[in-house]
T-cell receptor, first 116, second 112 residues
Framework: AQKVTQAQTEISVVEKEDVTLDCVYE???????LFWYKQPPSGELVFLIR??????QNEISGRYSWNFQKSTSSFNFTITASQVVDSAVYFC?????????????FGKGTKLSVIP | KAGVTQTPRYLIKTRGQQVTLSCSPI?????VSWYQQTPGQGLQFLFE???????NKGNFPGRFSGRQFSNSRSEMNVSTLELGDSALYLC???????????FGPGTRLLVL
């Protein structure tokens, strides 16, 4: 069975602070895929990033960066210089590598509030 | 390209009724997945369709069903609605299933 744990239920930061959202996963698959999605109050899940298990290179995109560590089964997400528009619920998700089995397993989400 | 669209956006039903939700995937995408989001259970996978065939199904009762048409549009149906079916239903599409899934705005269902 696959599992994704986001231990932080809610985080509040003051604008311009850096914030890291934690994600820990469990899977028996040797190949798997990790995702981060953002859900603003409107409800739509917005895709942010996808990482493959065989590629541990960390990635930076503007104010966003991701730290994938296979040794600790973690895929953490950092927002640098947070802005009010970053306020949303962030979900980490996992998909196994088995052919024909493409459903996403989501964590419970972390609600981020950026206070001006 | 237009994103994933879902209709209706909001729905109010009473217990015992049935409901049909619609999802139009991104043009060219052939896989459509459905998820249920509730405050208690979070995001849970319902089922996935590809080329008009259900390829995977989550752990939901038979009251939840779906189908996919030849143009890749998908519908899901919930029969004999229960209060616990109140949720945000999200549809996601991808090219073949194994690629990144892109989500629609969801349908908020309230069962009274």
């Amino acid at each position: 069975a696959q599992k994704v744990t986001q231990a932080q239920t809610e985080i509040s930061v003051v604008e311009k602070e850096d914030v890291t959202l934690d994600c820990v996963y469990e899977t028996r698959d040797t190949t798997y895929y990790l995702f981060w999605y953002k859900q603003p109050p409107s409800g739509e899940l917005v895709f942010l990033i996808r990482r493959n298990s065989f590629d541990e290179q960390n990635e930076i995109s503007g104010r966003y960066s991701w730290n994938f560590q296979k040794s600790t089964s973690s895929f953490n997400f950092t927002i640098t210089a947070s802005q009010v528009v970053d306020s949303a619920v962030y979900f980490c998700a996992l998909r196994g590598g088995e052919a024909g089995s493409y459903q996403l397993t989501f964590g419970k989400g972390t609600k981020l509030s950026v206070i001006p | 390209k237009a994103g994933v669209t879902q209709t209706p956006r909001y729905l109010i039903k009473t217990r015992g009724q049935q409901v049909t939700l619609s999802c139009s995937p991104i043009s060219g995408h052939r896989s459509v997945s459905w998820y249920q989001q509730t405050p208690g259970q979070g995001l849970q996978f319902l089922f996935e369709y590809f080329s008009e065939t259900q390829r995977n199904k989550g752990n939901f009762p038979g009251r939840f069903s779906g189908r996919q048409f030849s143009n890749s549009r998908s519908e899901m149906n919930v029969s004999t609605l229960e209060l616990g079916d109140s949720a945000l239903y999200l549809c996601a599409s991808s090219y073949g299933g194994k690629e990144t899934q892109y989500f629609g705005p969801g349908t908020r269902l309230l069962v009274l």
